[in-house]
Structures are given as structure tokens and as C-alpha cells.
């Protein structure tokens, strides 16, 4: 009994639960669309949105509904399509409670727009009074309104008249305009620019006033020429000469007598031409005097001449040469006179065109006994610990008044100099000695270096049982403390011929032919003898002419057989190398000799040499090549000079020097003389 109860009461609970938990339907009380009134074009489509009311309505279903189908239609989701110019309603109605809300759509036709003009001309060049018809194009083809209006700018220039798409363009004055076209529909613009020449006028006559002329040499005269008509277009005139040697005559009509003779003068228009015949007469040269007439000058010095030349009138043109270049020097177009060394001599100006005619100046130089500059009679010494070598010091002048001067060495405990030159070795290093002058404070040195080998260092090739030539170090017979003997498994001499040598920084540097064992023969760069970078010189028809070397990098000149090209081999010890050629592609000389070469401390190559252009013209040249670059920097320094140049780099200002030699044309014999350029 107790157990049915228990069954019972669960079961009431059960039902009593359920009854709370299931809630009564929530009817619809209405519907609302996201739009009322839309309008669409032909092809759109367009999605209402139905609300049902309220939220938690229990059915929200909803159907669709065109009062015109053919006008647009509608999908269960309420997307419009539009299909035909018109008007309809489109109603969404509630399945629950037939509840309605509308939307009025208007239909309307697709209007097709201009999408682009153009000209079928976007410039065009007419003369004055011409015409031009301009066709406008407007796309699409099928546009609603292709209408255009044409228009123009500035009036004065041109003018357009409208003929539908078509502009008729008249040319109205010299300048330049535009003719626009604009399209109804959009705005759209294209554009022609119309440049308008003047009409041409051609020139009907050209003469030349005077028709003849007479002046001395040097005289000016202006000729005048008169283009006819007045308004011609193109009155341009050029002139000419027949023969400038004797008148010359610029652009503007200014004739210049230059030497005796006849000339005529040329001026021309077009097609057209007149002449004036020109007569020059010499006028000759009275004398020639020289101011001052009498000077004195000191070693050294030096003075400017003047020349006057009688009458005024005639060519005051003279040339300067002196009678004795041992004591002066003289500019022989300018009268700048260099003393040059102690005694007199005479300064003369002669009248270029009449040689007979010429005046002098009585020059006497005094000698200049103030000095200079000093050299030691060596640059580098080697010693041995307790050998003891003298220094001797050359003066510049030699007959310099004082020359005192004191000694110094800049490690005095690896060599010492007393005040008499005398250089004692106490310790092996290096050191530097200077000798000060008392006047000007010039100096000079001699790297010393102190080892167990004295003397300069004289290497030595010897063979062996083959002879075949192998390379030992030796210093007076006696093995090289710096490298000694080469291990000779390697590489042997080809031969002791050694083209070029170089002394850098303690070395000795050379070019030498050599060879691995058993493989053929090629050029080395060797340092101290031993080889280290193979310059792979193939071609035999080059020899090796210059050697140089710097820090971290060495150039060896060569030269071709013909004179014709030269070659520069730049590299680094590591065995990088670029070639460098001097030839007709790179140069102006057709021939190049007595060539020097010389490194400079900024990296820079310069070469000095005597050249020859393709006009047959001798030349001293300098060439540069700048460290960062393989094209050659030309200069050409005097004209018409076989120089035989040597060239020199202070390695302290990185500054050239290039030693040449100099024709004295005052001797009956010619003798050389070295004159330096810097």
C-alpha cells in the first residue's frame, strides 16, 4: 500500500511540472517592409526586408506578391528584379493574421552616357588664312546624347565654326592656340593644338656696301647688307671670306685686314649673293725699341721687356731672344726675362714681319750667392755595429756664401752623426740623419739602417751543376739576413737579364722572367729577388719598359714594338692585376716615346713621355691615370718638343716632378740643357 502511494505522487509531479514549462503561442500583430518607394532602371535588383511583429511571433512566415509582373518581379526572399519601364506595388502579406505591407516601385528606361571624345588630330601647324576640317569621336556609338560644342582660343590665332561633329578651323594670326570640343552629355573634353606660322615673304634683292675696300694691316671695316623688301620672312645673311690669311670677316659684317693681298668678301641670303673686293696693304716698320733699354738683375730674378714698335700703325707683333740663355732667359712672345747666371748680355725684340727691324736690352745678371737648397751625397746607408761612414752635403748654388749647417739623428742610439758628417753605428735599427742648414733651414736625410751586414746590398744569381740560374740571396757574398736562400724545388731563373727595378720601403723590387720547373718561362714581380706575383705578360710583342711600387700596390709600363700603344699593369701583391692600354682609342698620339712612369702616393699613375699626333705634331705629354679609374687624363705641356723626359715623386706632398731637356737655338751648335717641370 505504502508503494502505490509512492507511484502515484510521481506521477502527479511529473504532470504538474509540464504544465509550467510549455508557454501559450505568440500570435502576429503585424508586418513592416525596410522600404516604401523605390525607384529602380531596367536590369537592377533590389532586396526588401519584411519585419514580422512582434519579435517573438511564433510564425513568421510571410509571401510575396507584384501587382504588374512584367514591370519587376519578386522572389520568396523579396528580391525585386526590375524588367520593363513602369510602375507596380510589391506586397509582403503573414501567413499568421493575413497582415500586408507595401512598396511602390517606379520603373524607369537605362540611359546610356557618353563615355569619351577625340580629335582625330591633336596638333596641327597651319598658315596664316589656312583651314583645317577637325572630326570629333564619341563613344559609345549608341549613347543617348553624342551632341557636341566646339569653341577656340585666342580669337586671334584661330577661330572654329561648329558643323556637327564636325570643327571647321581657321588659321587667323602668327602664335598658338587650341580648339576644344565639349560633349553635352558629361562635359567631356578633347583638345587640338593649332600653331600658326606667318606667311612667308621671300627676299627679291641682297647688296653690299662698299662694293670695294683698301686697309693697311690690322685696319677694321664694317660692311653693310641690305635685304629687300623690308618684310621679307626669312632675311638672314651669313658671310664669307675667300681668303682669311689675308681679311677675315665675322657675322656681323666686321672685316679685319690681316696681310697684304687681295681677299673678297662674301655675304649671302638664301639663294642670293653679293661681294666687296678688299685690297690690304703692308705698312712697314720704321724700328723697334726696347724699354728699358739697359737693366740689372740678380740670379733668379726676373724682369718684364716692353717692345714699341714705329710707326703705331704698323704690326706691333715682335719675337724676344736672348743672345746668351747661360745668363738669361726670355719669353719669346712676351719679353719675360729669367736671370739665369752671372755675366751680361743683350735681350732682343725683333719685328715678326720685318725680321731686320730690332731693338735690344743690355742685361747684366750679378751672381745670387744666397742659398738654395743642400743634398747628402747618399739617401740610404747601411752599417754595421761599430763601423763608422761620412756624410758630405752639396750645396745649391755651389758657391753659396754660408754653409753651415747642423747635424741630427732621430734615434742616436742605433747611430749617432757628429757635426762633421760622420755617421758611427751602435745597435742594430733604423734611423734617420738630417743635416739644417743655417740659411733657409733646408734639410736633408739619409735613412740609415743598422744590421750585421754593411755596404749596399748587392744580390747575386748563381748556377748550379745544369746551369740552369738559381736564385740565392746574397749581400757581399754573404747570405741575405732577411730571407736567405730560395727554395730553388719550385722555380729557377729563365735567365739574369732584370728589365726594371724598384727600392721601396727596405725592398728591392724587380721584374724578372721565370718559371715553375718544367713549364715555360713568365714575367714575376719578385720582391728581393723572390718571385711573388706572376704578371702573366703573354704577348711578345710588348716589352717591359717601368717599374712601380707603393704600399699595397706596384704598375708595370709596357710598350709595343711599333711605339703605337702602351700598356699599364695595375695590381696588388695578392695577384689581382687590370690593364690599362694608351693608344689611339684612348689618347691623341699616333706614336709615343721616351715614356717614364711614376707612381703617386694617392694611388694615381702618371706617365710623362714625347708623343707624336696623327697631324705629325711632337708633343711632351702627361698622362694620369686616377686610382679609381682606367681612363687616361691627357695634357699636353710644350708643342713641338723632343723632350726625353724622366719623371720623380716627392713621396712626402705626392707632388711630380718631370726633368726634360732644353735646345739652345742661341749657339751655333746645339747643346742640352735639363729644365724642369713641375
Not at 109 to 122: A, D, G, M, Q, W
Not at 162 to 172: E, H, K, M, W
Not at 247 to 254: H, S
Request: some cysteine; aromatic content about 8%.
Amino acid at each position: 500500500m505504502k508503494h502505490s502511494f509512492f507511484a502515484v505522487a510521481s506521477l502527479a509531479a511529473i504532470l504538474f511540472y509540464s504544465c509550467v514549462q510549455t508557454p501559450a503561442e505568440v500570435a502576429v500583430t503585424g508586418v513592416e517592409l525596410s522600404d516604401n518607394d523605390i525607384e529602380l532602371i531596367v536590369g537592377q535588383t533590389h532586396t526588401l526586408t519584411a519585419t514580422v511583429l512582434p519579435d517573438n511571433a511564433a510564425n513568421k512566415a510571410v509571401e510575396w506578391d507584384s501587382a504588374v509582373p512584367s514591370v519587376a518581379t519578386v522572389t520568396s526572399d523579396g528580391v525585386i528584379q526590375a524588367l520593363a519601364m513602369g510602375a507596380t506595388t510589391i506586397t509582403v502579406t503573414t501567413k499568421d493574421g493575413g497582415y500586408k505591407a507595401s512598396c511602390r516601385v517606379i520603373v524607369q528606361k537605362r540611359i546610356k552616357h557618353v563615355e569619351s571624345v577625340t580629335l582625330n588630330l591633336p596638333s596641327i601647324t597651319l598658315t596664316e588664312g589656312a583651314g583645317v576640317i577637325l572630326g570629333a569621336n564619341v563613344l559609345p556609338a549608341d549613347a543617348d546624347d553624342r551632341s557636341v560644342t566646339w569653341s577656340a582660343s585666342p580669337a586671334s590665332v584661330v577661330t572654329v565654326e561648329q558643323d556637327g561633329f564636325n570643327g571647321i578651323v581657321t588659321a587667323v594670326g602668327p602664335g598658338e592656340g587650341t580648339v576644344t570640343v565639349k560633349t553635352n552629355d558629361g562635359g567631356l573634353e578633347a583638345t587640338c593644338t593649332v600653331t600658326v606660322e606667318a606667311a612667308t615673304i621671300n627676299v627679291e634683292s641682297l647688296t653690299l656696301s662698299p662694293e670695294s675696300l683698301e686697309l693697311n694691316e690690322g685696319e677694321t671695316a664694317t660692311l653693310t647688307a641690305t635685304v629687300l623688301p623690308e618684310n621679307a620672312t626669312y632675311k638672314t645673311v651669313s658671310w664669307e671670306t675667300s681668303d682669311p690669311k689675308v681679311a677675315d670677316v665675322d657675322q656681323n659684317g666686321n672685316v679685319k685686314a690681316i696681310a697684304a693681298g687681295q681677299a673678297m668678301i662674301i655675304v649671302k641670303c638664301g639663294a642670293l649673293e653679293a661681294s666687296c673686293n678688299v685690297t690690304v696693304k703692308r705698312i712697314e716698320v720704321d724700328g723697334v725699341s726696347v724699354q728699358p733699354s739697359s737693366y740689372t738683375l740678380t740670379e733668379g730674378e726676373t724682369v718684364q721687356l716692353k717692345a714699341s714698335v714705329s710707326p703705331a700703325s704698323a704690326d706691333q707683333t715682335v719675337e724676344w731672344v736672348s743672345s746668351d740663355t747661360n745668363v738669361a732667359t726670355v719669353d719669346w712672345s712676351g719679353g719675360l726675362v729669367t736671370a739665369v747666371g752671372a755675366g751680361s748680355c743683350k735681350i732682343y725684340a725683333r719685328s715678326k714681319a720685318f725680321p731686320d727691324k730690332q731693338g735690344y736690352c743690355e742685361l747684366t745678371v750679378n751672381q745670387d750667392t744666397s742659398l738654395k737648397g743642400i743634398a747628402l751625397s747618399s739617401a740610404i746607408m747601411t752599417l754595421q755595429v761599430g763601423e763608422t761612414r761620412t756624410l758630405s752635403v752639396s750645396y745649391t748654388p755651389s758657391y753659396a756664401a754660408n754653409k753651415k749647417v747642423s747635424w741630427s739623428s732621430t734615434n742616436p742610439s742605433v747611430a749617432a752623426v757628429d757635426q762633421a758628417g760622420n755617421v758611427t753605428a751602435f745597435a742594430e735599427g733604423n734611423t734617420t740623419v738630417t743635416a739644417t742648414s743655417e740659411e733657409g733651414g733646408y734639410t736633408a736625410s739619409c735613412e740609415v739602417t743598422v744590421s750585421g751586414s754593411a755596404g749596399p746590398m748587392i744580390f747575386h744569381c748563381k748556377q748550379d751543376e745544369q746551369k740552369a740560374w738559381l736564385v740565392y740571396g746574397f749581400i757581399n757574398e754573404s747570405p741575405d739576413p732577411r730571407n736567405g736562400i730560395y727554395d730553388d724545388s719550385n722555380f729557377h731563373s729563365a735567365k739574369s737579364y732584370i728589365p726594371v727595378t724598384e727600392f721601396f720601403d727596405g725592398s728591392l723590387y724587380t721584374v724578372e722572367l721565370w718559371s715553375v720547373l718544367y713549364e715555360a718561362s713568365t714575367y714575376w714581380l719578385c720582391k728581393d729577388r723572390q718571385p711573388i706575383v706572376n704578371l702573366q705578360i703573354g704577348d711578345n710583342r710588348y716589352s717591359i719598359k717601368g717599374l712601380a711600387v707603393r704600399d699595397n700596390w706596384f704598375a708595370v709600363l709596357l710598350a709595343d714594338q711599333y711605339d703605337e700603344r702602351i700598356k699599364v699593369l695595375r695590381g696588388d701583391f695578392s695577384g689581382n692585376i687590370e690593364e690599362i692600354v694608351l693608344d689611339t682609342s684612348t689618347t691623341s698620339f699616333k706614336r709615343i716615346y721616351t715614356y717614364k712612369m711614376a707612381a703617386l702616393p694617392n694611388g694615381d699613375i702618371q706617365i710623362a713621355a714625347d708623343i707624336r699626333d696623327s697631324y705629325s705634331t711632337d708633343y711632351l705629354a702627361s698622362y694620369t691615370i686616377p686610382y679609381n679609374s682606367t681612363v687616361p687624363e691627357e695634357v699636353f705641356l710644350e708643342e713641338n718638343r723632343n723632350a726625353h723626359p724622366s719623371i720623380a715623386v716627392d713621396p712626402s706632398t705626392g707632388d711630380s716632378y718631370i726633368l726634360i731637356q732644353t735646345l739652345d737655338l742661341q749657339r751655333s751648335s746645339p747643346q742640352k740643357q735639363g729644365s724642369l717641370q713641375k
